[in-house]
């Protein structure tokens, strides 16, 4: 859930997925969100590195940091309304507290993986500060345990003035693999499993 807190703030860094199949792989034939139909004209395809972006926990605290490779998408689907596509690949590390899902405690140093999509409908200024191809930069979020962070780089502010104006729809979709401490899927619809231990 760290994700449309963090995009729309800073956006920053959650919105997962109604029709999209998670883990499909990048490039697949018809990847669009249902938002977005092919027949939309696609805006920006770009991927970006962040490092240190707060996690949230079902309950909003902050459980871990993450590391992700984001490819981001983005429709214009109407006037000033525009579909953002996030697929994630990344990893997390835990910090010790309740457990993402609240089922029990988590120890710090947990490690695993993190790989899930959200999308997100919206009311925008299109104004890019970024190009709207391509590799568009490495972001350090500086996040703590507290949930404060140094940065606030998101989806709004790389490519919309004055951020995003309204959010109509949301939908996300990821899974947390932490091997022996297991596996939490989180997704718009339910939140099953935990990483605990």
Known sequence: MKRLVAVLSAVVSVVALSGVGLGTPAGAANESPVCAPQAKDQVADVTEHVRNLADLGTDGHVWA?????????????GTNHFCVRRDFHGTFRSFAGVSPNLTGTVSAGVTGTEDGTDWAVFTGTWAPRVPTSGFVGDF???????????AHRGVGYLFFADGFQALHVRQYDLVYDGGAHGVWHESSNASTGDITG
């Open 140 to 150: 350090d979020f500086g996040c703590t345990q507290d949930g404060a962070c140094e």
């Open 65 to 77: 940091l993450t590391e992700d490779d984001i490819r981001i998408r983005i429709w214009s689907v």
